[in-house]
């Protein structure tokens, strides 16, 4: 399908009637955007993983619920004709109150999935109907009927030509009489069970529907209108980047930019499906495109951080010029199916962080049963409030003098597990969350501002 554009909106972008109506306005002013990929709204995800853990004290289970009917109440009441919205919505939010009670009794990844899923469900029934009312031809789709996945849940894998196939057979067509507005982040299993693509997987869902659809281009509106050298929460003379590659921007999502999701640009970057970022709040400001081939590729980029982060250090004299110890090591990671970010290495030791990819938030934990296998090995010793710094840029590898501008200023730091090599795109390290934006607001002013 020719000039077909699909336009996701994050839980900001939807956060209640006023925003929704931005969105409206923006699908209107682009005829191509045939597709609507839809976040909950916001706050409401984190208000679903709480119960989803599960929420023993039933006053403050009802408190989250009642704050999850008012979040989506704000809206209703909004409406011209909520009837059939408000009836979908308070079928869901039923469901919801259910699996709270049993995930109270005991919880399990299986029963978040589907509870913490209902955010998208929910929040796709009021922006369809407010669409409707704006004049839109608007219509809602399940993506569960088409966004097959393995049953990893809270983090599960999609299943791509099944997808391509389904997406071909029903969505596509609808598109054409359509626009479709469906959800992010959610997915279904060959079972049927509801299955999530794992915290923030509502930009990855959106690339992979664009992958399947054969778009000509995908829009991700957020809070914020574009890439911006960091986040300019942190550092006030932040600059907006017009275009970044595809390289600089999965370096940026991998890192902590928290613009985009670090998967989604990987079907994106199989199809060469241009990225667009912009603010739906401001969409009259422009953005950021992403693209294969970009003008120009200066040394230092961009600056980004990522919080929450766990170390982990193993020790061993046995490492020393010895055969197979790694390989050890990561046979119980892989076995416990723990994820590995980062490593560095040393004679008799090696340091490695941990990666957040399900949707539970928070730190990443090394199990008990893992780290009694791993000291069954070597000593273990386990680090928590660290952040990763990482500075992006081209072609670092090949220019001189550049570690010693950035080193002389971090030099009251205490700097860890410095990694550089692997890519030519990154430099990073961790540094103690208590300094981790005193590190970005130095780093930024010395490469970006001078």
Partial sequence: MSSFNVAKFGGTSVANFEAMSRCAAIIENNPNTKLVVSSACSGVTNLLVEL??????????????????QIHDSVLEQLEDATQAASDVYEILDTVTSLAEAASIQASKKLTDHLVACGELMSTH????????????????????ILRTDSNFGRAEPELEQIKALAKQSLVPLCQDFVVVTQGFIGSD?????????????????????????????????????????????????????????????????????????????????HDIPVFVGSSKEPEKG????????????????????????????????????????????????????SVDLITTSEISVSLTLDQTDTSGGAPQLPAEARAELEELCS??????????????????????????????????????????????????????????????????ELFEK
């Fill in 52 to 69: 989803a853990n599960g929420v023993q004290d039933q006053v403050r289970r009802s408190e989250l619920l009642t704050q999850l009917a």
């Fill in 126 to 145: 009021l922006l369809t109907q407010l669409m409707k009312e704006r004049g839109i031809n608007a219509a809602r789709f399940d993506i569960r009927d």
């Fill in 190 to 270: 060959a079972e049927g069970n509801t299955t999530t693509l794992g915290r923030g997987g509502s930009d990855y869902s959106a690339a992979l529907i664009a992958e399947a659809v054969e778009a000509s281009g995908l829009e991700i509106w957020t809070d914020v209108p574009g890439i911006y050298t960091t986040d300019p929460r942190i550092a006030q003379k932040a600059s907006p980047i017009a275009e970044i590659s595809f390289s600089e921007a999965s370096e940026m999502a991998n890192f902590g930019a928290k613009i985009l999701h670090p998967s989604t640009l990987i079907p994106a970057l199989r």
């Fill in 287 to 338: 953005g950021t495109w992403i693209r294969h081939q970009v003008e120009s590729s200066p040394l230092f980029r961009a600056l980004a951080l990522r919080c929450n982060q766990t170390m982990v250090t193993l020790r061993s004299a046995k490492m020393f010029h010895a055969y197979g110890f790694l390989a050890k090591v990561f046979e119980i990671l892989a076995k416990h199916k723990i």
């Fill in 380 to 445: 273990v010793e386990v680090e928590h409030n660290l952040c990763l710094v990482a500075l992006i840029g081209n072609n670092m590898s090949g220019s001189k003098g550049y570690a010693k501008q950035v080193f002389s200023t971090l030099e009251d730091f205490n700097l860890r597990m410095i990694c550089y090599g692997a890519s030519p795109h990154n430099l990073c390290f961790l540094v103690n969350e208590s300094v981790a934006k005193q590190a970005i607001q130095k780093l930024h002013t």
